[in-house]
């Protein structure tokens, strides 16, 4: 399977780099971008790159276009001349594009393409991304390809347009809240007399401990917290001050804020 990615900034980058861990080839990847420096590392390891999206689209069976929101209509007009919309798969990986906007840009002559919107998020590069999958205009069995596509760089879900926002506060907006906290714990580890290397180690282990639990079966966050909180005890008093402060509300505000 030919996989084209055009667009090698942060998240083409990291998507490319995440295939170039379960592809069997690097020549089955293919890069497009306008300056070199970002194709550089990926030509090193046997990707195909180029600085013409139309070739870079031409022969691929999935072509991924993760460019910036204000550029997916240009880079979508360019290449559609060269597609062949009779087995190639588009998926658009940009935020706010609508499928209404992905089907006017691709309509040629009433036909249109295989059609997906995916939203994966930075974790994709080492494998633990939570990705989502937009069916736009696609078969099921374009979709399935997709969807299990990404499943081997993390986890991967089919969901509805109208979930799409949702879902990119929750998971794409969420890595960055998710670091906000572990940041925040850290500040709180050297100001409790750690150096900050071994405040970082300390806080990601926790993370990574809490988020473990939380996938074995029946697990759920208040009964994992119910497990640490004695009556009485240091941890119920950090989490009521961290309530007191309004650490749930601000959570919820702050991912609310992010589908406005």
């Not at 080492?126 to 399935?144: C, K, L, Q, R, Y």
């Not at 990601?204 to 639990?213: H, N, W």
């Not at 966050?221 to 941890?235: N, Y």
Request: negative net charge.
């Amino acid at each position: 399977m030919k996989i084209s990615i055009i667009g090698a900034g942060a998240m083409g980058g990291a998507i490319a780099t995440g295939l170039l861990k379960v592809v069997d080839n690097p020549t089955d990847i293919t890069l497009s971008n306008p300056s070199a420096a970002p194709l550089k590392p990926f030509a090193e390891a046997g990707c195909i790159t180029t600085h013409d999206n139309c070739e870079a689209a031409r022969d691929a069976d999935i072509i991924m276009v993760v460019v910036k929101p204000w550029i997916v209509e240009n880079v979508l007009r360019q290449i559609a001349p060269e597609l062949d919309y009779s087995r190639q798969t588009i998926v658009v990986i940009a935020a706010g594009i609508t499928s209404a906007q992905l089907t006017e840009w691709l309509n040629r002559d009433g036909a249109l393409p295989s059609i997906i919107l995916g939203m994966p998020n930075t974790a994709v590069a080492i494998g633990e991304s939570m990705t989502f999958v937009v069916p736009v205009h696609a078969e099921n069995s374009d979709v399935e390809l997709v969807n299990d596509l990404f499943g081997k760089l993390g986890t991967s879900m089919v969901i509805d347009e109208q979930h799409l926002p949702a879902a990119t506060t929750l998971a794409s907006c969420g890595i960055a809240y998710a670091m906000r906290y572990i940041r925040a714990a850290m500040e709180g580890g050297v100001e409790l007399g750690f150096k900050a290397a071994s405040a970082q180690e300390i806080v990601v282990q926790t993370v990574k401990g809490a988020a473990a639990l939380l996938s074995l079966p029946g697990s759920h966050p208040e009964s994992e917290i119910d497990k640490v909180t004695t009556p009485g005890g240091l941890t119920i008093r950090g989490l009521n001050e961290m309530e007191h402060a309004g650490f749930t509300s601000a959570v919820i505000r702050g991912l609310k804020a992010g589908v406005k």
